[in-house]
């Protein structure tokens, strides 16, 4: 029999004998049992209810905030993959987000700057006015403005920025955010182009005086070899007449190389052996170097391998030039001229190094203006010139020098493809 067996009614107290009596306690006895039972039985099903409800809890609840850990690493994948530095200043003004580009930018650790105030840290040297700051204090954003930022390291970077505040869902105001971009590469190509804009009206009005120049200068030529004919071979004013000639030599060396420098430079490529070329000029330079200088001793370090680029060879063969000549006038006492050719992966390299006076922070900062020059005789468009070529080569021309040491040429010219 168990405690859900329906008992017969009770009928308490009705009989005084005491087996009645026992069993009438029994019969309560059995039917208290009965209650608890049944009570206890509902709570067991309450708590199983109230278990599945919680599991059912608990299960939201984490799906919740794995929802949560994923929109929070969702936006800060966002934050880190921007292409801006992102940094995130609470009520307090301390930082709270300092996103991977903020990082990159700035060169501050995360840790460096995460829960410490903006001023102390990233902002220490800037003019409060241009932060995340000034937005946070007076709630005027700050769009694309530009400000000058000290990087961890010292160095000193143009900074493009823009600041708002941050609000939640109910409009509250939460903190500030500063969205910023390094401008360095952008203020180095504004001013190169400021610089193309400059030579192009230069070289415009180089073109210009240069033609001009050049009809008289025939005509002085002219006369000046007429007026020699007449002299007698020993009258003195022959040595005069000597000097015109001379001087409207150089006159016209200099218009040509500026007409070079300023012509549309049209090339003609081909595949050719830069090996070769780099060796036949030489060749045809060592012949006037050695008749001239005993002082100038010549290094070749050249592959046996061809290295086939498409190249204009003449245009080649005068930056060669341009590169010899400038060696071996840096070498006045004398030294060692050094040619090299190399390949690397995708390029072709040649190396023209000398022993000579090498060059300051100053002359090479203004190595590449057109008439640039510390020569007495130069015309300072032989390395623009030889620019020009080799940007038309899509090639790169670099320079290592040292005063007092000397100076090496990095000639880069990218390999044919189908090598
Ligand atoms: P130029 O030779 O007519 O002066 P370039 O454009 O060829 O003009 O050279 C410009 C200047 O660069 C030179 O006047 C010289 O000061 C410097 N320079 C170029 N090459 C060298 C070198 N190998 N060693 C030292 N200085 C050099
Ligand atoms: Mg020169």
Redesign the pocket.
């Known amino acids: 029999m168990t405690a859900k067996d329906p008992s017969p009614p009770l009928q308490l107290g009705t009989s005084s004998n005491p087996l009645d009596k026992f069993t009438d306690s029994y019969i309560l006895f059995q039917e208290t049992t009965r209650k608890y039972r049944e009570a206890y039985e509902q709570l067991e099903e309450q708590f199983e209810s109230l278990t599945i409800k919680l599991e059912d809890t608990n299960i939201d609840l984490q799906k919740r905030v794995e929802e949560r850990d994923r929109v929070t690493n969702y936006l800060n994948n966002i934050l880190d993959s921007m292409s801006g530095g992102v940094l995130v200043v609470d009520l307090n003004g301390d930082i709270t987000h300092f996103n991977q580009e903020a990082e990159d930018v700035t060169g501050f650790k995360p840790s460096d700057v995460l829960g410490y105030p903006y001023t102390d840290t990233i902002g220490v040297s800037q003019d409060r006015g241009l932060t995340a700051m000034y937005t946070l204090e007076s709630g005027e954003r700050l769009i694309n403005r530009e400000k000058e930022l000290k990087k961890a390291d010292g160095n000193v970077i143009p900074l493009g920025f823009s600041t708002s505040l941050l609000r939640d869902e109910q409009g509250t105001i939460l903190g500030a955010v500063e969205v910023f971009n390094d401008l360095t590469e952008v203020k180095r190509l504004e001013a190169e182009i400021q610089r193309v804009k400059t030579l192009a009206a230069l070289g415009e009005m180089a073109a210009t005086v240069a033609h001009e120049i050049r009809n008289p200068l025939g005509g002085i030529a002219g006369y000046a070899g007429m007026l020699e004919r007449d002299l007698k071979a020993d009258d003195p004013n022959r040595r005069l007449v000597g000097r015109i000639t001379e001087g409207v030599g150089r006159l016209n060396r200099i218009v040509s190389s500026l007409l070079t420098y300023t012509r549309p430079l049209r090339l003609n490529t081909h595949p050719v052996n830069l090996v070769d070329v780099v060796e036949e000029t030489l060749a045809f330079y060592a012949i006037d170097i050695e008749r001239q200088r005993d002082d100038i001793e010549i290094h070749r370090d050249l592959p046996a391998k061809p290295l086939i680029c498409d190249l204009d060879p003449e245009q080649l063969q005068q930056v060669i030039l341009?590169l010899l000549q400038?060696?071996t006038?840096?070498m006045a006492q004398g030294g060692k001229l050094t040619v090299k050719v190399y390949e690397t992966d995708k390029n072709a390299t040649f190396c023209i190094g000398?022993t000579?006076?090498?060059?300051n922070e100053e002359?090479l900062e203004k190595?590449f203006t057109p008439f640039?020059?510390?020569?007495e005789d130069?015309?300072?468009?032989?390395?623009?010139t030889s620019k020009k070529i080799i940007d038309a080569h899509v090639g790169e021309i670099n320079v290592e020098?040292e005063p007092n040491t000397g100076?090496q040429f990095f000639v880069t010219v990218p390999k044919k493809h189908t090598q």
């Not at 000579?356 to 060059?359: E, I, L, P, R, T």
Request: hydrophobic content about 35%; overall charge neutral.
């Open positions: 341009n400038n060696a006038q840096a000398d000579g006076q090498g060059m002359v190595l640039f020059t510390t020569k130069g015309t300072g468009l032989g390395l623009v020098s100076t």
